[in-house]
């Protein structure tokens, strides 16, 4: 029996976390009112839980030896387990999303973009959404207000109410 948004409760999970998704890749997507109405409070909790441990890295140094059988000191940085345990909460929240070669781009360069990067939108979401919003929020000196609706008109075909959905 449909529920809210006239889905059942999994097609609208499914429907939240591909258009969260969607938003947070692109940062603006159009869509029906009541369905925007229904994303900008499950984005705006992924983006504050992402804010929250951003910054919250492990640097471990290694000793390992190289073919010389000299021995070798790295640093690593890694997530700390507060931060992994939330990555992971929200990577079953959202769709991991690939990245696209540009037209121009030759195959060498992109593959060398993206060798290191095994979940892009996470990336994206740790490394540029969450800091540029953490910095919004100690200037305004407040949390929240990541995304903003504009109210386009009724659709062509079904008169549905039309939205924009977009990160501020």
């Known amino acids: 029996m449909p529920g809210k948004l006239g889905k059942t409760a999994e097609q609208r999970q499914a429907m939240l976390r591909n258009q969260a998704s969607e938003l947070l890749w692109y940062g603006k997507i159009t869509t029906t009112a009541a369905r925007a109405k229904e994303l900008q409070p499950y984005v705006e909790k992924i983006i504050t839980k992402a804010i929250r441990v951003y910054d919250d890295n492990v640097e471990t140094s290694v000793v390992k030896t190289d073919k010389k ?54 990336e994206k979401l740790f490394n540029e959404i969450a800091p540029k919003y953490a910095q919004r929020a100690e200037e305004l000196g407040q949390g929240g207000g990541y995304t903003r609706i504009y109210l386009l008109g009724s659709r062509r075909g079904d008169a549905a109410e039309e939205a924009i959905i977009e990160l501020v």
Do not use: Y
Request: hydrophobic share 35%; charged share 40%.
């Open 69 to 122: 059988g000299k021995e070798v000191t790295t640093k690593s940085i890694k997530d700390s387990p507060k931060k992994l345990a939330v990555r992971r909460a929200l990577m079953g929240k959202l769709r991991d999303l690939q990245e696209v070669k540009a037209f121009s781009e030759k195959k060498s360069d992109f593959k060398k973009r993206t060798a290191d990067i095994q979940h892009p939108l996470m």
